[in-house]
């Protein structure tokens, strides 16, 4: 999809702003990668914080809801049985593509210098969220927008472990650059995340390594891909099953 770079740069004008920035990471007082994205697919605001049946939208143009989801989907499973049969549903999944991370100590209120993460996000993740809605997949009225965006991380320095940093809680995420969008409006549009070399018979594993993923990832993708019938499988070799692509 084609990225509006203007409008998400007043998105994040408007969320942020000079004098916030200057204040501090402190002072933003909504989640930020969700209130700039809010204001990104909806500049304007009477769109915003809409009551639906017994549910707040995050955004309803009149004839759409859209859901800016940056934690488990697990959470929205009531919101959607409400919602779709009722309107047109998109879910906007932010995923960190490359990633800045800060510190911040609590006592001293001071953060550390930003850091690059060594790992690049993709589209792929987006699965793992995915299977908490398993049973909504195929609805007619959902629609889905994973989101690649850089991003700068903030963590408080309250974890478990000596340096207080594993088991930590994220504060929050400033979005930087908006890199991807990849959408899924139909069944057809899951064949996107089929390798283009994947051989026409294949495990988890062999999807893995095409996909450039975890196998363990490569797992719950295929567990999905079969959900929506866009691949199944034909038996195994060994204790690994079969996969092959199904026609479209």
């Not at 915003?48 to 809801?65: L, M, Q, W």
């Amino acid at each position: 999809m084609c990225i509006d770079v203007q409008r998400f740069e007043q998105a994040k004008s408007r969320i942020i702003g000079l004098e916030r920035a200057r204040a501090g990471i402190g002072t933003l007082s909504e989640k930020t990668v969700h209130a700039v994205l809010k204001h990104y697919y909806a500049p304007d605001t009477d769109m915003h914080e809409i009551p639906i049946e017994n549910f707040v939208a995050d955004i309803y143009t009149g004839s759409e809801i859209i859901e800016i989801q940056t934690r488990s989907f697990r959470t929205m499973r009531r919101k959607l049985a409400t919602f779709l049969p009722l309107y047109p549903v998109t879910i906007v999944y932010p995923i960190p593509h490359i990633k800045w991370l800060s510190w911040i100590d609590e006592e001293s209120g001071e953060t550390s210098p930003k850091r690059k993460s060594p790992k690049r996000g993709n589209v792929y993740q987006a699965f793992v969220e995915l299977y908490q809605i398993r049973p909504f997949l195929e609805h007619k009225n959902l629609r889905l927008r994973l989101a690649l965006i850089d991003m700068e991380e903030y963590r408080l320095l309250n974890g478990w472990s000596r340096d207080k940093k594993k088991g930590s809680d994220r504060y929050d995420r400033i979005p930087v650059q908006f890199v991807e969008e990849v959408c899924i409006r139909q069944r057809e549009d899951y064949m996107q995340f089929i390798p283009y070399d994947i051989p026409e018979s294949f495990t988890s594993k062999e999807f893995a390594v095409c996909a450039k993923i975890p196998e363990r990832l490569a797992r719950t993708v295929l567990l999905l891909l079969t959900d929506v019938n866009i691949v199944e499988r034909t038996g195994k070799r060994g204790r690994s099953y079969l996969y092959r692509i199904m026609e479209v």
